[in-house]
Nanobody, 119 residues
Framework: QVQLVESGGGLVQPGGSLRLSCAAS????????MAWYRQAPGEERNLIAF???????KYADSVKGRFTISIDNARNTIYLQMNSLKPDDTAVYYC?????????????WGQGTLVTVSS
C-alpha cells in the first residue's frame, strides 16, 4: 500500500502564491508518476499537473505558465508551486500516485487540501 499526505493549502489573495506538497510512504513501492488534481464545488475532479519519476511534465491549459510541478525522488515527494492565483483556482487539491507494489500497478490518492483564493 501507498499512503499520500498533502500539505500547504490555505487562504490566499488573488495574485498570490502557494506551494503544495505531497509525500508518499509505504513499504516496497516504486513511483512511476504522480499528479495533482483539483475539484471545485459542484464540479468534477480534473487533472491539472502530471510528472513522471523521470521528470517529464504535463499541465492543463488552465494552469500552464502559472503552476509548476516538481518531484523529489529521494523523498517520494512532489510539489506544486502555484503563482498568480485566481479565484477560479479555489478547489480541493488532491495528490495522486501511480505506483508499483509487488509487481502490481496501483493508484493512490491523498485526502485533499483546500485552496481558497479570495480577497
Amino acid at each position: 500500500q501507498v499512503q499520500l499526505v498533502e500539505s500547504g493549502g490555505g487562504l490566499v489573495q488573488p495574485g498570490g502564491s502557494l506551494r503544495l506538497s505531497c509525500a508518499a510512504s509505504g513499504s516496497r513501492f516504486i513511483i512511476d508518476a504522480m499528479a495533482w488534481y483539483r475539484q471545485a464545488p459542484g464540479e468534477e475532479r480534473n487533472l491539472i499537473a502530471f510528472i513522471t519519476s523521470g521528470g517529464s511534465t504535463k499541465y492543463a491549459d488552465s494552469v500552464k505558465g502559472r503552476f509548476t510541478i516538481s518531484i523529489d525522488n529521494a523523498r517520494n515527494t512532489i510539489y506544486l508551486q502555484m503563482n498568480s492565483l485566481k479565484p477560479d483556482d479555489t478547489a480541493v487539491y488532491y495528490c495522486n500516485a501511480q505506483a508499483v507494489v509487488s509487481a502490481k500497478t496501483l493508484d493512490a490518492w491523498g485526502q485533499g487540501t483546500l485552496v481558497t483564493v479570495s480577497s
